[in-house]
C-alpha cells in the first residue's frame, strides 16, 4: 500500500498525529504492535496542560474531556507536615490543567480515526522501518499473518521509548542525553474518592509521595521507592502506612483509603536524542524523549511535537516549502529542553537522593518554602505547569 506518511505506534503521539494530518488532508497509515484494546487501557499519564486541551478541542475531538474531565486551577506543596497552595490560574492569567487519563485521550483519537475509516493496523508484528536514509521509505509489518509493506513519502517515529524508529537511526547521527534518577515511582490506582479537590506534591523525609486522581471515585497516588523495588514486596497494606506517614499533617488530614485495582514500579529517567529527524525519518513523543513524570509532561511533550510535525507536513504538501519539516527538529527541541529542566528541577526538589547530604536536605526544604513565599517563584512553577506556549 502507499501513504503520504506512515506512523508507527498508536499512542498519544501516533494518534494525535494520524488526526490532525487528516484534518490536514493529508494521508497516513497507523501501525501498532499492541492491540486496541490494551493500548486503550493502559495506566499512564492523567494531567494534560491547557494547550494539549485547546488542541483536542480544536480539533475536534475535545467533547468527552469537556464532558468528564476535571478542571483544576491550583495544585498543594506539601512539606514540613504543611500544605501549601499554588495557585496555577491566579499565577498565570486564568490558564489550568485538566484531569483526563492518557487512555481517554487515545481512546477519543483513536475512536476518530476508526470512525471516519481511515488505516490503522492493531496487533502488527515484525514491524520494520527502512530506506529513511533514501527517497523510497517503507514500513515492513506482518498483520493477520500476511507481510505488508507501506511505500510513504515519509515516516513518523511515535512508538515510544522501546520502539524501533529511533534503532532506525545509525548511532553514529545521534547524540544521547541521559539522566537516570536512583529511584522509582510506585504507582496504584484505588478505588476510593480523591482525598483532596487538587494534585498534592508531598515532600517527606522519607521520600516523595503524590495524590493524584482520575475520576471522582478514582484515586491515583505514588510514592517514591527503590529502583530495585519488586511490587511483590509492597502488599497493599504496606502501600497505605507509607503514603499515611508521608502525607501525614499537624491536622488530622488522612488519605481516604480503598481497594487497590492496579499496582506497579515506573523507573525515572530524563533522556534526549538528537536530532529528532533523519532524513524522511521523524520522531515525536517518547521515542525521542522521555521526562520523569513529577513536572506530568510526558504526554503533553508528545502532542506539542507532533503539532510542529503535522503543521510541517501540511505545509509540505500545500505549497512544496521544506522549512518547516528542515525546522522540525530545532523547533521541537527547543521545548524538549526547557520541560526537561522543569520535570528534573521538580523531580530534584521533591525525591529524597540516596547520596544526599543533611545540607541537600535543609536547601531542598529551603527551596520549597521559597517557592511557596516568592510570587515569582511561584508564577514560574505555575507557568511551566500549566503548559508553556506552543510557539515560544
Ligand atoms: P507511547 O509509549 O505512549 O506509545 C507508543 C506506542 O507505540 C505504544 O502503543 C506501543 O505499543 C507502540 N509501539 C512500540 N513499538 C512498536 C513497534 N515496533 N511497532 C509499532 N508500534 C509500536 N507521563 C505523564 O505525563 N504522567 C504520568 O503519570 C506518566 N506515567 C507513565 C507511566 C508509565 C509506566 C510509562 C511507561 C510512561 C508514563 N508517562 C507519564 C509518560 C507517558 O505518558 C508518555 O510520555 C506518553 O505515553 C508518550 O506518548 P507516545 O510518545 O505516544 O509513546
Ligand atoms: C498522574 O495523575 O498520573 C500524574 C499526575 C501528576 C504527575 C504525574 C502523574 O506529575
Known sequence: ???????????????????????????????????????????RAGVLEQGTCDLMDAAGVGARMRREGLVHHGIELRFGGRGHRIDLSDLTGGRSIMIYPQREVVKDLTDARVSAGLPIYF?????????????HPEILFIHDGFEHR??????????????VCREAIPRAALTIYERVYPFAWLGILAEVAPSSDELIYCSHERGFALHSM????????????????AIENWPDDRIWRELQTRFATESDWRLAEGPIVQKGITPMRSFVAEPMRHGRLFLAGDAAHIVPPTGAKGLNLAVADVKAMAAAFAEFYRSGRREPLDNYSSVCLRRVW???????????????????????????????????GSRAAATSLAENYVGLPFDL
Open 150 to 163: 507501506v511505500d510513504c513519502d515519509f515516516v513518523a517515529g511515535c512508538d515510544g521509548f522501546h520502539g
Open 214 to 229: 482520575r475520576s471522582p471515585s478514582l484515586t491515583r497516588l505514588y510514592l517514591q521507592c527503590d529502583p530495585r523495588e
Open 123 to 135: 496487533e502488527a508484528e515484525d514491524v520494520r522501518v527502512g530506506d529513511v536514509d533514501g527517497d
Open 338 to 372: 526547557k520541560v526537561q529542566r522543569f520535570s528534573w528541577w521538580m523531580t530534584s526538589m521533591l525525591h529524597r537522593f540516596p547520596d544526599e547530604t543533611p545540607f541537600d536536605w535543609r536547601r531542598q526544604q529551603a527551596e520549597l518554602d521559597y517557592v511557596i
Open 1 to 43: 500500500m502507499r501513504t503520504q506518511v506512515g506512523i508507527v505506534g498508536a499512542g498519544p503521539a501516533g494518534t494525535m498525529l494520524a488526526h490532525l494530518l487528516a484534518r490536514a488532508g493529508v494521508d497516513s497509515v497507523v501501525i501498532e504492535t499492541r492491540s486496541r484494546e490494551y493500548v486503550q487501557e493502559r495506566v
